[in-house]
């Protein structure tokens, strides 16, 4: 079936870590360049978008796109983790909460935010992730950080569960968002479930299975490869002579309009060849292929 390499849009079930599913695939495709772009936790399910090959190059820039959620919230109890699976820690009664009191919350997460990620999380303090303090019983005061909230909407609501579809930027922890929303309402609650929609223009719908990983024909068959398999990163086509100074670590004239900052992938007839900008007119690699 040739070398593997590409993008490979993966449905998580229920119990598997992230690292289990690139596990099973390294294992599948025989090779160990795999990664993904973006972590679940493992109650959660949904999209993980794998990159396989080459193709890890670009991680960095498809882990930066927005992701979408739908959540189930537990209201009556907040736990240790801000979700189902840490120590209850507070109690409350959810009975006298309304439907419109939760519209009314969710407005309020709308746009620019702080969020205070959860204790139990992967940020690294001091050279050490959080979780590993946490369970040890050390309390971690972690910096608020900046997100963007696009839209929250409240799907349904059945006391004490309230169904809620989140669209937001990386590194939004839906639990805090869960843990907030009950502050709010001032009754303690949790993440209960979770299942990622999409990242980026990247979509659940028509993902493979993570109980289908160890199929190696049907891997291959839904591994997308190709400029057009490439999505959320501009593009530009570059001539013959360009595409090979870039590959000699040169720096071609290109007459044309990009801010600096902006990161594009050059390809010469449907060849990758670099991630790279423009400066001063003229092609800078960042990352060859």
């Not at 960095?60 to 189902?84: E, H, I, M, P, W």
């Not at 004239?253 to 801010?259: Q, S, T």
Request: charged letters at 25%; glycine letters at 8%; one cysteine or more.
């Amino acid at each position: 079936m040739g070398n593997a390499e590409g993008i490979l849009l993966c449905r998580k079930e229920i119990g598997l870590t992230s690292f289990d599913v690139v596990s099973r695939l390294r294992r599948t495709l025989k090779t160990k360049c795999i990664g993904h772009t973006g972590t679940l936790d493992p109650f959660a399910t949904g999209l993980l978008v794998i990159l396989v090959g080459r193709y890890t190059k670009l991680s960095n820039y498809l882990t930066a796109q927005d992701k979408c959620y739908r959540a189930q919230v537990f209201f009556g109890k907040g736990t240790s983790t801000d979700d189902l699976e840490g120590e209850v820690i507070s109690q409350g009664d959810s009975s006298l909460i309304q439907e419109d009191q939760i519209h009314e919350a969710l407005v309020s997460f709308l746009g620019q935010q702080m969020q205070t990620p959860p204790q139990f999380s992967a940020i690294s303090i001091g050279g050490e992730r959080a979780y590993k303090k946490a369970r040890r019983g050390e309390v971690i005061d972690l910096a608020s950080r900046p997100v963007f909230i696009h839209s929250i909407k409240l799907i349904s609501w059945k006391n004490p569960y309230a169904e809620i579809e989140v669209h937001c930027s990386k590194g939004t922890y839906i639990r805090s968002i869960a843990r907030d929303l009950g502050n709010l309402l001032g009754v303690p609650a949790h993440l209960s479930q979770l299942r990622r929609l999409f990242s980026g223009s990247y979509h659940v719908e028509g993902a493979i299975s993570s109980d289908d990983l160890g199929d190696q024909e049907e891997v291959f068959s839904k591994l997308m490869s190709g400029i057009d398999s490439i999505l959320d990163i501009p593009k530009i086509e570059i001539s013959e002579e360009a595409a090979i100074c870039l590959k000699r670590g040169q720096k071609p004239f290109w007459d044309a309009e990009f801010n600096s900052d902006v990161v594009f992938l050059t390809h010469c007839q449907g060849e990758l060849i670099a991630l790279a900008r423009l400066v001063e007119k003229k092609l800078v690699t960042v990352r060859g292929f």
